[in-house]
């Protein structure tokens, strides 16, 4: 069966600027969602994202290291999840506590399928 990876992206440092109370309360969500993709066998991975990081792009043939000013969105962590097909693994995401606070989440297939 196929692999996925759920990706998931806040703007702004959102997660920062949340009062302890209301993180606590976000991750009793993720621990519950992750015991129910254990639970179904899904889960094959996964981990937050911790401080900043480095963004490297080429443009005009030159190696440009970040930080670039334009980037709001910030890849906070991902899961990988095992369905039948993207629409199995997009019903997953859709249970993604990450949804309940403003971040965006994003399904991929992992290789080529």
Request: one cysteine or more; aromatic letters at 8%.
């Amino acid at each position: 069966m196929p692999n996925f990876m759920i990706l998931m992206t806040e703007n702004d440092n959102a997660w920062e600027k949340m009062p302890p109370s209301e993180q606590d309360r976000i991750l009793k969500l993720y621990f519950a969602w992750v015991d129910v993709l254990k639970k179904n066998n899904q889960l094959r991975g996964g981990e937050p994202l911790g401080g900043p990081g480095r963004v490297l792009k080429m443009a005009g043939g030159k190696l440009i290291d970040g930080p670039f000013t334009e980037t709001k969105e910030v890849l906070t962590g991902f899961f990988i999840v095992e369905a039948t097909d993207l629409e199995a693994a997009t019903q997953i995401a859709k249970g993604c506590p990450a949804l309940g606070h403003g971040e965006t989440v994003v399904v991929r297939p992992i290789g080529h399928l």
